[in-house]
């Protein structure tokens, strides 16, 4: 069997089974287990696949075709051109969360104290620090599972020592820090119902539930924040949430209730609420590009 028919079988095997987009998850298989790149894809493509390639192509690809994320079956994705391990246990990295972290990059800050808050990855810590010249990042994330990938990223992205990982659960963790510390504010926190768990796509479903469950109507996380953690901003500091689409006016207030100023909802690409940013009171020494 070539590369090219092989690509074009497992093409074939994703599309029968309703993947979503299978042109490129069956690309995205073949270049992960052969190590080739798009060109020498392109190059190689009518050259014989060894037969181990071949069956572990296959193998991958039916677990793909029965939902299972391709994240972890490569075992990393990119994230602000930042490279993330990832796996069971980890929430997977998406182009939404780049949203809640541009607003942030869009204000000039002089070595910022940074808090992440359900770090998971490292994705949002880790892509700060490399766009901010001398922020420090705490993550702090709660889970086992996670906090492996967390440690890993940090060093896999050269921000050891700017970003260091704290296990700690941020519903209870807020009274090891002094309030008024914190520059920035950051947060992907779960926010989904727990009522629309099981309804979601089976590839989200393989995430971890902890990484997902909002509460009852989704917003428990965001409570916790905006009772217990926007004391720890600075006068001036910066607070930015990644949200889901139809929570942006719920957030909004309870930021809002709870003294943060100047909000703003932030749409994704899709047109869609994704982001909520606020600041704590006027702060001179940060202006909006």
């Known amino acids: 069997m070539t590369f090219r028919e092989l690509y074009r079988s497992i093409y074939e095997l994703l599309k029968k089974s309703g993947t979503d987009s299978p042109e490129s998850d069956a690309m995205e298989l073949v270049l992960h287990f052969t190590g080739m790149n798009r ?39 990119s994230f602000m051109d930042c490279e993330l391990l990832v796996g069971e246990g980890v929430l997977i990295p998406r182009d939404d969360t780049e949203v809640c972290v541009r607003e942030v990059l869009k204000y000039s800050w002089d070595s910022p104290l940074v808090i992440d808050l359900c770090s998971g990855s490292g994705a949002i810590a880790i892509a700060v620090a490399r766009n901010i010249p001398g922020a420090r990042v705490i993550a702090a994330e709660l889970s086992d599972a ?22 700690c659960d ?30 979601l796509q089976k590839e989200v479903r393989c995430e971890p539930e902890m990484a997902l469950d909002g509460g009852e109507d989704g917003l428990d996380f965001y409570r916790t924040i905006a009772e217990k953690w926007v004391p720890k ?18 957030v909004r207030k309870l930021l809002e209730n709870n003294g943060i100023t100047e909000l703003r909802i932030v749409k994704d690409i899709q047109g869609l609420d994704r982001t909520v940013i ?9 202006d909006v590009h």
């Open 233 to 250: 901003l600075k006068s001036g500091g910066i607070i930015a949430l990644e949200i889901g689409e139809e929570q942006g006016e719920d």
């Open 170 to 199: 941020i519903k209870k963790c807020y009274d090891s820090y002094n309030d008024g510390s914190f520059d920035v504010i950051i947060s992907n926190p779960p926010y989904i119902r727990k009522s629309e768990i099981p309804s």
């Open 278 to 286: 606020g600041r704590r009171s006027h702060y001179s020494k940060t």
């Open 39 to 77: 060109v020498s894809y392109l190059i190689n493509q009518d050259c014989q696949a060894e037969p181990e390639i071949v069956n572990m192509v296959c193998e991958a690809a039916e677990k793909r075709s029965e939902g299972y994320p391709l994240q972890y079956i490569s075992g990393c994705w």
């Open 146 to 167: 996670a906090f492996v990938y967390l440690e890993k990223n940090t060093e896999l992205n050269g921000v050891g020592g700017r970003v260091v990982p704290v296990k």
